[in-house]
């Protein structure tokens, strides 16, 4: 099903497809981003056969919405699939599964947000919007499950010792301890008493210092780097 919101300025507006099996769910999330004066629904669907067909015949795409338990596969393909279709469109999860394997999997597929299915639709948009503008969405129960993990996150090439170009600063460190926490990014600005884009510029150096994609990286990069050593079980 392919849908579009005439109203909606193709400049300007953040192009959303959905993948959401449920179809309450999926109208609910349909009818937010109709109303959303910076969104256009590109399309939604419902299945993982007809989202690889949408995304072999994608237009402009900016976000995609995945959830993981498809009727007919996995979103995990979609997720793949986005990366290599519409390699400007970042994809963000919605799922009921929370453990650390799903969690994992999608990260190491290309997810640059994780959320559990407890969101309304407004604030599901809010997270698109966050995502869209450089930040990793991830539900705070996911975020602590990643924290306290033992092993760390595979990557490709080994973090390099810090360098005074590249140690973080105090007031980095501080964002990243409330980010790991799984804080969004106004709760964070009211704990620093900055601005939601002061934060967002925060995450952005810290990301390019810590060399990492996503908020579950660099929660793992700190920790190797003794960064959220006060974070730790016990402290």
């Known amino acids: 099903m392919s849908l579009s919101k005439p109203s909606a300025d193709p400049e300007n507006s953040i192009h959303v497809a959905v993948v959401e099996d449920d179809a309450a769910c999926?109208?609910?999330?349909?009818?937010?981003?109709?109303?959303?004066?910076?969104?256009?629904?590109?399309?939604?669907?419902?299945?993982?056969?007809?989202?690889?067909?949408?995304l072999n015949n994608s237009g402009e795409l900016d976000v995609l919405l995945v959830d993981l338990g498809l009727p007919d596969g996995s979103g995990l393909d979609v997720i793949a699939e986005c990366r290599t279709r519409c390699p400007r469109a970042v994809a963000m999860v919605s799922t009921i599964f929370g453990d650390e394997v799903h969690v994992l999997r999608a990260i190491e597929a290309g997810a640059m947000g994780y959320l559990l299915k407890d969101l309304a639709p407004p604030a599901v948009l809010d997270e698109l919007r966050s995502l869209h503008a450089g930040g990793s969405p991830?539900?705070?129960?996911?975020?602590?499950?990643?924290?306290?993990?033992?092993?760390?996150?595979?990557?490709?090439?080994?973090l390099s010792v810090p360098t005074s170009e590249t140690a973080l600063s105090q007031r980095e460190a501080e964002v990243l301890r409330l980010v790991a926490r799984g804080h969004t990014l106004d709760e964070v600005g009211r704990a620093l008493g900055v601005t939601r884009h002061t934060v967002r510029s925060f995450v952005r150096r810290i990301y390019a210092k810590l060399q990492v994609g996503t908020r579950a990286q660099a929660v793992h990069a700190a920790i190797r780097q003794g960064l959220l050593e006060d974070d730790r079980p016990g402290r």
């Open 26 to 54: 999926r109208q609910a999330l349909i009818e937010a981003i109709e109303v959303a004066p910076d969104m256009a629904l590109g399309w939604a669907v419902g299945t993982r056969e007809e989202a690889l067909a949408q």
């Open 138 to 158: 991830i539900n705070p129960m996911v975020a602590r499950k990643l924290l306290l993990r033992q092993s760390p996150i595979p990557y490709a090439e080994p």
